[in-house]
């Protein structure tokens, strides 16, 4: 029994500022009195920890003692307490995968109410919660994920280890339940059909793999790749037109370029590949008119091969004219291809107007001394690419080449040409005769 009036203080804990403090307090909403302390508005701030202390005496000594008590604000009762699930929702359908371990996730909303606190959530399966199942392939984990002035979020796992396709039949309900209401949502599950992710990326690695080899082959090989398909696919011209002659040769007379084209050119192309090749010096008749005879030859021609070099096309000589011609034929019928040789670089300002435009449109093939005279260099498999189609024997093109390569071989560089071009001048024989 105290010997007087005993005394009762209350504190305030501020969580924000970790501060103590003691009554009155900064504002009328909160009032002590006796020894109550009652609240008129609750608000968000005043939510924390609350102290009281009682002084009092006793056989003439000073006592007290302390008491806490934490205040937490709720909703209202006016606010609704019905429980809800937040998800899964009702279109939601969860995809699974058989003999895979599955989780089906569960989350709601149960509101606090002061005379009943209870609230639960669970799942179901086949009418049956997990622990009236008994079986150890199910199991279930709740958790609060929020607790909002009383309200909990609430959320309940379904673990299914080893999902197999009989349990697509089975019927999952997820519930929820509180002194104001009870709600429940059946889940839907649709069997995801898992791509065999392994057997993909090594399908994926391998087509990846076989494209850049590819590539790498057609970037190295396109020529030969060409140069097959054409033998496979291609049309041999001499059966769609009434030309005489396959290639016509245009060349700047009495240079190095001229011993080139007989010596070299002219022999592998009618020896080898087995071309019918008209050479104007060769096999124009004494006395005709160097202009006609320019252009009827030209005319009776599939391809006009044009060897460029510094010497070529000056300002009115014949191969000018004939490097006309064969552009002037090409544009207007279509039926004659100009490819342009390059047997030596020559700067594009030197070449006349008709031979600069040409090197802009046309095929170009350039000559690279003793790495083009190989016959399986690639000056002739890209000159072979631009000439017409010639399907000839293997024993037939055998031969030549052999014929062609002893003939290439036995040839001198001054002496060899001057006797050359005048056994060509008397004899237009084409065909070289592999028995002889």
């Not at 030969?224 to 060349?251: A, Q």
Request: glycine share 4%; proline share 3%.
């Amino acid at each position: 029994m105290s010997e007087i009036e005993p005394t009762v203080s209350w504190y305030y804990v501020n969580p924000d500022k970790s501060e103590c403090s003691q009554y009155p307090f900064w504002n009328k909403d909160r009032e002590q009195r006796g020894t109550s302390l009652q609240f008129y508005i609750m608000l968000i701030p005043y939510q924390g920890l609350y102290f009281c202390t009682v002084r009092y005496q006793r056989r003439g000594r000073m006592l007290h003692f302390t008491r806490s008590i934490k205040v937490s604000g709720i909703y209202p009762e006016r606010v609704s307490k019905v429980p809800t699930i937040l998800y899964p929702t009702e279109h939601k359908i969860f995809s699974v995968r058989t003999n895979s371990d599955e989780r089906l996730t569960c989350r709601g909303l149960l509101p606090l109410i002061l005379h009943n606190s209870s609230r639960k959530i669970w799942w179901t399966v086949d009418g049956n919660t997990v622990a009236e199942l008994k079986n150890r392939r199910f199991s279930q984990k709740n958790s609060i994920v929020k607790e909002d002035f009383g309200d909990l979020t609430m959320e309940s796992v379904l673990v299914i280890e080893d999902f197999q396709s009989e349990d697509l039949k089975r019927e999952f309900n997820c519930s929820v339940w509180n002194e104001q209401g009870f709600l429940t949502r059946r889940a839907q599950l649709k069997e995801d059909v898992s791509l065999p992710t392994v057997e993909l990326g090594c399908g994926l690695g391998v087509t990846l793999v076989l494209m850049l080899l590819l590539f790498v082959v057609y970037h190295v090989f396109w020529l030969e790749l060409l140069l097959l398909y054409r033998s496979w696919f291609g049309t041999d011209e001499r059966h769609t037109d009434d030309k005489e002659f396959d290639v016509y040769i245009s060349y700047a007379r009495n240079s190095e370029e001229e011993q080139f084209v007989l010596s070299t050119l002219r022999s592998v192309l009618e020896n080898v590949l087995g071309y019918s090749v008209c050479i104007f010096d060769r096999d124009s008749l004494p006395g005709g008119t160097i202009t006609d005879e320019t252009l009827s030859f030209v005319a009776r021609s599939r391809r006009l091969l044009v060897i460029v070099s510094p010497n070529y096309a000056c300002q009115g000589s014949q191969a000018l004219l004939e490097l006309k011609a064969g552009i002037d034929s090409m544009a207007l019928g279509g039926h004659l291809k100009v490819i342009l040789v390059q047997y030596k670089p020559v700067q594009r300002q030197s070449l006349v107007r008709e031979l600069r435009r040409a090197r802009v449109a046309l095929a170009l093939v350039r000559w690279q001394g003793d790495k083009s005279k190989e016959l399986t260099s690639r000056f002739w498999k890209r000159l072979r690419v631009e000439l017409p189609l010639r399907r000839i024997s293997r024993d037939e093109e055998r031969c030549n080449k052999e014929a062609a390569l002893m003939r290439l071989s036995s040839q001198n560089s001054t002496n060899s040409q001057t006797g050359l071009i005048s056994n060509t001048s008397k004899n237009p024989q084409k065909v070289f005769d592999c028995a002889a």
